[in-house]
């Protein structure tokens, strides 16, 4: 084997790899579109009014951002073919970590929903039964496809805010409450902007490098590696 179809094999196995992340941990224009909904989520809660619409549209978001997230891993990043990602043990560790954290507080939150609501059990609102569905559809987000930190926090947000405009409420921004829980709960709330606007940039630097990546592979091909 010649040195220079042995530079190639290293460097098309080096590509392989690179492109395999957007099977799984990079989202390119999908982390994008999850951190402008994150902000969107954030902000529309407490400020949008609270009609009907906008309830269903901010329950809808999480739902929607995961098909397009889909798709576009489908249609766009892995339309070459199909590479899994391989997880290192410390991500395989974190992802479980994560998952069995959003299980945990989904166990403790439905018991102590149903320890109050004991002797009426039928008798829950519409809205708590949302509030308990979506905390379970988190836990199966989590497993499937929040597998990066980023997308963990982003999602979970997304969620939660879904779920608890589902019941009636919404996580508030700070300076737009005065008592010392809401205070609290909107101190929290901060770091998921913070999150998306991180998601953001992550998103936009993943999609540029895709584009680089995609053309390099084509070359190697020795096919035309096609419009972005």
Known sequence: MSAN?????????????????????AGGMSSVLGGVLCLIVYLGGPLLPATPATRAVLIAIPAAWLLAKG???????QRMGHVEQLETPQERHMHWFCVAVTLLVAVILTTSIGMTARQHAWSLPAGMLGYLALLWLLVVA????LRSPLDFIVGTFL?????VVSAGGF???IGTTHTHQGMLMSLVALMFPLA??????RGVAEHRQFRELRL????LRGAPAGES
């Open 5 to 25: 179809v042995e530079n190639r094999l290293h460097e098309l196995e080096s590509l392989t790899r690179s492109y395999a992340r957007y099977s799984r941990s």
């Open 71 to 77: 798709w576009m891993v489908r249609r766009y990043y």
């Open 171 to 173: 996580y508030p921004l």
């Open 196 to 201: 998306a606007l991180a998601m953001i940039a």
């Open 216 to 219: 390099r592979l084509g070359q």
């Open 142 to 145: 989590a497993w499937r496809w």
């Open 159 to 163: 969620f939660c805010q879904a779920a």
